[in-house]
């Protein structure tokens, strides 16, 4: 209790303290707000411990349905305040009868009898009202043992079906690993048999590959040498100027051009009708030196159909339509014996590069172009007598420009599908229109490309159409 009243006065002082301390920082009474704070903080704390306390008490003395008894007209001596009733053997406080029991005595005509109040109920026989206490507890007893039961059955048959659940899950669990582990020995020892299989197919092939790597790398040796001698042999044919044949004294000079390949047409930078670039192999065949002059023309068709007459009988012959050509070549062969024929567009270009790769036949520099070609730069916007420009290595003159050459193919848009051995490309395509090359005296640098074409109708004439012919070997 000493304790309690000094730590009351501690936490007085300290509020008070701090009341008079904030006081007087606001300029106010320092003792007035000290001593207002000692005495609220004491009642405050009073107040908290007490009430509750007070409370219970009376809470206490409510339930326990105790009330001071009413005075008899008579009063008679009253019994000390009741006592808790308890069975002193077995320790059990009766359940249905929690309350005070209160004995008084009273006096009701002229008898005196001993009553027993619990709560509100007055018995006479205080051991009925026990034996049917423990009447009424034994039944509840014996619930509550039976519902423990229960509910410990329940529990113990809930705690039965957890235990064989897991026990269920763990031999799952321990079959699965025995399935994964014999899974397991399966594929390590299928692993291990195709490993032996392979070392035996492998032990067992082995010499046959190595025959065959041999066998290949021989033959590819043998082709490759084949090969760079064709090439070489080529090279040596394109450099050295080709045989000039002449079957009559008014026929065109035939230069015999050897057998090769090439790659046909343009890459990246050309036109779509010049792609794809596919390589083509040609037999030899003989091709005329220059273009058909009007006295060539003149001797075998007996006319002369040429826009510039006055430049002479050494001037490509023009103003010759596709079939004008194909009746030229059929008149000549007549006359000769011998099968002459417009060139394949393949024949055409193999012969214009003369075994280079550049665009034009001596190469790729354009500045050369004016001494090997008449074109738009230096013709004068006429045809001049052919063989005055610088020949090919082969010893062909006027492949590019002067006049544009008809050859035999029928026009196809580009090259897929074209043949690969150098004929004449004449199914499918548009067969309203033919092929010509070369290019002319009006025309630019560009369209006097190796590889350049355009298209005609076969019956179109003008002052730059000719032809240059050709002959099977």
């Not at 339930?63 to 069975?87: E, H, K």
């Not at 013709?379 to 050459?405: C, F, R």
């Not at 074409?453 to 032809?467: K, N, V």
Request: net charge neutral; glycine share 8%; hydrophobic share 40%.
């Amino acid at each position: 209790m000493a304790f309690v009243l000094i730590a009351l006065v501690l936490q007085g002082l300290v509020f008070g303290f701090f009341c008079g301390y904030i006081a007087k920082e606001k300029g106010r009474s320092y003792g007035s707000w000290f001593a207002l704070g000692f005495f609220f903080s004491i009642l405050a704390v009073f107040a908290l411990i007490a009430v509750p306390k007070i409370e219970s008490a009376a809470r206490v003395i409510g339930d326990s349905g105790w009330r001071p008894p009413a005075a008899p007209d008579r009063l008679a001596p009253v019994t000390p305040p009741p006592q808790p009733l308890f069975d002193g053997q077995r320790d059990i406080a009766l359940p249905a009868y929690q309350l005070f029991l209160t004995k008084r005595f009273a006096i009701e005509k002229n008898n005196t009898l001993d009553k027993f109040v619990i709560g509100n109920d007055v018995f006479d026989d205080l051991p009925a009202v026990l034996a049917d206490a423990d009447a009424r507890y034994g039944k509840q007893l014996a619930e509550l043992a039976a519902q423990k039961l229960q509910l410990e059955r329940e529990a113990s048959a809930r705690e039965q079906r957890r235990l064989e659940s897991a026990q269920r899950e763990l031999a799952q669990a321990e079959q699965s690993r025995a399935q994964e582990e014999s899974r397991r020995v399966e594929s390590a020892a299928l692993a291990q048999q195709q490993a032996e299989c392979r070392q035996k197919v492998i032990r067992k092939a082995m010499p046959w590959a190595i025959g065959a790597a041999v066998v290949v790398c021989v033959a590819a040796g043998l082709l490759i040498r084949q090969h760079s001698i064709q090439e070489e042999a080529t090279r040596l044919a394109w450099q050295t100027p080709g045989k000039v044949i002449k079957d009559c004294a008014d026929c065109p000079e035939m230069v015999t051009i050897p057998a090769g390949s090439f790659d046909m047409g343009s890459g990246a930078n050309g036109s779509p009708e010049e792609k794809p670039q596919h390589e083509v192999k040609l037999p030899g065949f003989l091709l005329a030196r220059t273009e058909v002059t009007q006295g060539q023309w003149r001797a075998v068709m007996g006319n002369n159909p040429s826009h510039f007459k006055d430049c002479g009988d050494d001037c490509p012959v023009e103003q010759i339509s596709w079939g004008d050509a194909q009746l030229f070549a059929t008149q000549l062969s007549q006359k000769t014996g011998k099968t002459y024929r417009l060139p394949s567009e393949a024949e055409w270009e193999y012969a214009a590069r003369a075994g280079g790769k550049g665009e034009w036949g001596f190469g790729d520099d354009e500045s050369q172009l004016g001494a090997h070609a008449w074109f738009n730069a230096n013709s004068d916007s006429k045809t001049h007598p052919v063989g005055q420009k610088k020949a090919s290595a082969i010893g062909l003159q006027d492949m590019h420009g002067n006049v544009w050459e008809w050859v035999q193919d029928a026009w196809h848009g580009d090259y897929r599908g074209a043949p690969s051995e150098g004929s004449a490309w004449v199914n499918g395509g548009d067969q309203a229109r033919r092929v010509l090359r070369g290019g002319a005296w009006n025309d630019i640098p560009s369209i006097l490309r190796s590889a350049d074409r355009i298209r005609s109708e076969p019956d179109y004439r003008d002052f730059f159409t000719g032809l240059r012919i050709a002959r099977t070997n």
